[in-house]
């Protein structure tokens, strides 16, 4: 037994689940997942307080006892990617496109994001959070328990404001940790006729008044041809600096604009997309600490064909995270699970490689790598049990597996 065994005089818990197979994706156990078998894991207080083998709980009290039936225990699942919250959908677009309509003709019927901000802005606040917490609870049924959530379909004061107060309405109502990010760089929105223009209306009013009311965790920008420039990038993600919060973005998806390396120089939390990014960019991000998210949902729906360097990643050991990307146009999917498994299908990554991805590197893509990810004495209680014969079980299809139960801080949230 490693490092998991020193459990001292711990005697007693809060809850005891025994009878478990843990993948508990901690790299000190050298195991493929950091898998202990045949264990038992203690939680006091809405931390994983014990861990051990289910022979040594024998000798642990608890108030409660969950029998785990050789299933197997993860980290609760974490998406660090999502646009979840948003009016509307782009359903019409999408037939008439498949119906063969040209570019402008789908352009003058105001599709695109164009439609996405009009439905966003149209709702009220209370509509809006209806809309989007059936998408939230729709992740939260396959074991996901932290989420990150972007604005940006308001692309104005009131509605970025809105979009990032529903999200955090969304945090007090289900069990679940909900980052927030300030995404005002999405897009030009039509009340504005030059990037420049809007992009100093972002950082002289939206920025400061979202810092000052607290309700961003992070700010994100998109650097691309038909987002914003590496220079408005750097003017934006400077302003957020200033205010103290981190920056992150949308970089080398459709193009190369060197947009990573831009996250970086702010010393920033994560980079992604990435198809476009070259080799050489790699080593730069891994000295900043930063995790690559790839979008292999985006990727999917969009049928690209420019594959991120992912060997190259893995070789350079720069953290690697998948998420989600839900949102309305690109990355219409409401399945982190489903994700998982396009991850593998499309980008060849080992069930191994995306499991860390959706746990342990996706906790560090979001600064929350001292409280979730890993199944680690100290850390929060968020856990899922799986009915499965092995972890890569959760990524070989679709729609096979779900979570027989979920804990959120201790408390099962979740039980079939
Ligand atoms: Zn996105």
Request: charged fraction near 20%; include cysteine.
């Amino acid at each position: 037994m490693t490092d998991h065994s020193t459990n001292s005089s711990i005697t007693s818990v809060d809850t005891i689940i025994n009878s478990v197979h843990i993948a508990s994706m901690d790299e000190k156990i050298t195991e493929p997942y950091g898998t202990i078998r045949d264990a038992a894991i203690g939680i006091t207080d809405g931390k994983i307080s014990w861990l051990g083998s289910n022979h040594e709980a024998e000798n642990i009290t608890a108030n409660d006892t969950i029998a785990g039936e050789s299933q197997w225990l993860t980290p609760g699942l974490i998406d660090c990617h999502t646009h979840l919250v948003y009016g509307g959908n782009r359903a019409e677009e999408f037939e008439l496109k498949l119906s063969g309509a040209t570019y402008e003709e789908l352009s003058k019927k105001g599709g695109g994001i164009v439609s996405t901000v009009n439905a966003t802005r149209s709702l009220s606040e209370q509509a809006l959070f209806d809309a989007s917490a059936p998408r939230l609870q729709k992740l939260l049924a396959e074991g996901v328990t932290t989420v990150e959530i972007k604005s940006g379909y308001g692309l104005n004061l009131s509605d970025e404001m809105k979009m990032l107060r529903v999200a955090r309405k969304l945090h007090k109502s289900f069990p679940v940790d909900i980052k927030t990010t300030f995404l005002g760089a999405h897009a030009l929105p039509s009340d504005f006729d030059n990037k420049d223009s809007y992009i100093q209306f972002l950082i002289d009013t939206v920025l400061p008044e979202v810092s000052s009311q607290g309700l961003a965790d992070a700010v994100d920008f998109f650097c691309e041809g038909i987002g914003f420039s590496r220079d408005q990038c750097s003017r934006y993600a400077q302003a957020a600096t200033e205010l103290g919060l981190p920056v992150k973005g949308h970089v080398e998806q459709l193009s190369y604009l060197a947009g990573a390396k831009l996250v970086a120089e702010f010393g920033g939390l994560s980079v992604d997309h990435l198809e476009y990014l070259p080799e050489d960019d790699i080593p730069v991000l891994k000295d900043a600490n930063l995790v690559a998210v790839l979008l292999p949902g985006a990727f999917y729906s969009l049928r690209e064909t420019k594959m991120p360097p992912i060997k190259q990643m893995l070789e350079h050991e720069l953290p690697i995270a998948i998420a989600s990307d839900l949102n309305p146009g690109s990355s219409p999917i409401a399945s982190l699970l489903n994700v998982m498994n396009l991850a593998c299908v499309l980008y060849k990554m080992t069930p191994e490689v995306v499991l860390r991805g959706v746990t342990a590197n996706a906790a560090r893509a979001l600064g929350e790598q001292s409280e979730v990810g890993k199944i680690r004495k100290g850390l929060k209680a968020d856990l899922a049990l799986w009915p499965i014969d092995s972890p890569a079980q959760l990524c070989y299809g679709m729609n096979l597996v779900k979570p027989s139960m979920v804990f959120k801080e201790g408390r099962c949230v979740k039980s079939l």
